[in-house]
């Protein structure tokens, strides 16, 4: 016995989008005329997240928010069928469920009762549904929509966001001949005594039916709890956005997927709101509710937020605050340093689209050429005497990195000693491998490296550190201009406590620092933030504020030589 399933190919993500929302809101009335938007039972759901969650896609969404719908629309993975199906689904306030797994949406349409479905895109229906089609062109739409339909060349979810019903713009696709998949299904089998036994016939998959296109009356949006609060990206799924919002989440857009990004979302958590999780950026629940739990708790970075990136960058000075031949913060005093490296951030700011502040990267521990009394080759600075430099820069808005040199020393040993400097909202940590030394090494007898062993260890203390102290995110950079000098970078753990940087600093020609930039770059973990040094002296020449943030990417951090 052969089963039927339709495959319905999108032949224009705006009709699909259309007819999707069409879809959710539309049945029929006991007479066989089609019920108006009032008369229709609207997508319900029961009570909205009470607790932190995260939803990686719509149909997640759906299964948590939505109890029933008469109409659902079913898209394909193509962003213009994701575009046209979200819009549709959006302007007619029901679901709207991506197909990455046939089974898994035909199960989810039966659970919430759908009974038409409008299909964007190449998808495979296998539910006892009424399917419509998108035709691929904004005439379709209109149709479905009962309003005009304009042509957009994109739309993402700000769009969505500030979708008007009666006035929806979309993007177009070529039209595509539908195709209608036979299935054949293999036959049934029984279990007697331990053994499969084949019994000769098929049970039939659900059977969808192709009908033609027509208007579709609106639904309502959902009721959901108030004190739940949806964060979507700019790139979040735009299923999983319109799905909360016809569910009536509140829904903030942030520029990285975590609460801590601004002072309104902070102020949210602290608020008591229940965070929602839209789309799998958020890194899934159990992240969320870490990064939550962070944003009640910890104070704000200059500028606000309670994150380092990317809701800032920093220009910095580089050196030690009493000798200055190991770099230009150590050339006048630590005001005097402050002042320089805050006129150094205005002239990044005007090629910046987020504010830009002065920072110090301070050498705490110094490569030395001799093995001090300790043999240890690396020359500890108190940190009372960096104190001053903290306070200079801290005056003017900006943000301190301790750094260390370590030579023969553990880096978490040393990362310990400056342990109350760290406490302080805008100091972070840095380290050196460069000069790390192992066995009978001595400095400057080849490029030093770190096992990234070491270097979780050391990350572990220091997300500890932030967590105990109720901290703000806190800068975690690694020196690196040759790859060896990271062993096994790709096993670094990530803590939502530390914005972990990666700083580029080679000098030479342009040339050759861009090619140091790609090479480190590769397989980069996507969480890791860029860091690029401009050397005064030894760069030929140096690049200027302009060409520097002309780099791709953009540089979160750069510091000055």
């Not at 990044?348 to 504010?355: A, I, L």
Request: charged content about 20%.
């Amino acid at each position: 016995m052969r089963a039927f399933s339709i495959r319905a190919r999108l032949l224009s993500g705006l009709v699909a989008a259309l007819m999707m929302s069409g879809l959710a809101a539309c049945s029929s009335a006991p007479n066989g005329s089609s019920e108006s938007a009032s008369e229709l039972t609207e997508a319900t759901q029961p009570a909205a997240p009470t607790e932190t969650v995260a939803f990686d896609t719509d149909v997640e969404v759906s299964k948590a928010l939505f109890d029933q719908a008469e109409a659902a629309v079913v898209t394909s993975t193509e962003p213009v069928a994701q575009a046209r199906a979200a819009a549709v689904a959006r302007a007619l306030s029901i679901p709207i469920l991506t197909e990455t797994d046939a089974s898994d949406v035909g199960a989810e349409l039966t659970r919430l009762g759908v009974k038409t479905v409008l299909a964007v895109g190449a998808v495979d229906v296998v539910a006892d549904v009424d399917v419509m089609t998108d035709a691929g062109n904004v005439q379709a739409l209109s149709t479905v929509l009962g309003s005009e339909v304009r042509v957009a060349d994109e739309f993402g979810v700000n769009d969505l966001l500030s979708l008007d019903p009666a006035n929806v713009a979309v993007p177009e696709f070529e039209p595509q001949p539908v195709a209608e998949n036979v299935t054949e299904l293999p036959a049934q089998t029984e279990q007697t005594g331990g053994e499969e036994i084949e019994t000769g016939h098929t049970e039939a998959a659900p059977t969808s039916r192709m009908v033609e296109l027509a208007s579709l009356p609106h639904g309502e949006t959902g009721k959901a709890n108030p004190n739940a609060v949806g964060f979507a990206m700019q790139d979040s799924p735009l299923g999983v956005v319109a799905n909360a919002l016809t569910a009536g989440l509140d829904v903030s857009v942030l520029a990285q997927a975590d609460p801590r990004a601004t002072s309104e979302s902070m102020k949210m958590m602290r608020e008591g709101r229940v965070a929602v999780g839209l789309g799998p950026d958020f890194g899934g629940t159990q992240m969320l509710a870490q990064t939550a739990h962070l944003a009640t708790s910890a104070d704000e970075l200059p500028g606000g937020g309670g994150l380092v990136f990317p809701g800032r960058r920093m220009v910095a000075l580089y050196g030690h605050p009493k000798l200055a031949a190991l770099g230009v913060l150590g050339e006048q005093s630590p005001a005097e340093a402050a002042q320089l490296a805050l006129q150094y951030a205005q002239q990044y700011q005007q090629f910046s689209d987020v504010s830009v502040i002065p920072a110090f990267e301070i050498i705490a521990t110094v490569a030395s050429a001799g093995a001090g009394d300790d043999g240890l080759y690396s020359d500890v600075t108190p940190a009372a005497d960096l104190a001053p430099s903290v306070d200079a820069i801290t005056e003017v808005g900006g943000y301190a990195i301790i750094d260390l040199q370590p030579g023969h020393a553990k880096l978490l040993d040393q990362a310990k000693l400056y342990a109350e400097l760290l406490k302080r909202p805008n100091v972070g940590l840095a380290l050196d491998p460069e000069w790390k030394l192992y066995g009978d090494q001595v400095h400057l007898q080849q490029v030093g490296h770190v096992e990234i062993a070491e270097v979780n260890e050391v990350s572990q203390w220091l997300a500890e550190l932030v967590r105990d102290n109720n901290l703000p995110q806190k800068v975690f950079m690694l020196h690196q201009f040759q790859l060896q000098m990271i062993r096994d970078r790709d096993q670094m753990v990530q803590y939502p406590e530390l914005a972990a940087v990666v700083h580029v600093d080679g000098h030479g020609s342009p040339e050759a620092k861009m090619h140091t930039w790609d090479v480190i770059r590769e397989d980069m973990q996507p969480w890791v933030w860029m860091a690029w040094k401009n050397f005064i002296d030894e760069d030929k020449p140096m690049l200027n504020a302009e060409q520097t943030m002309g780099i791709e990417p953009r540089p979160w951090f750069v510091s000055f030589q």
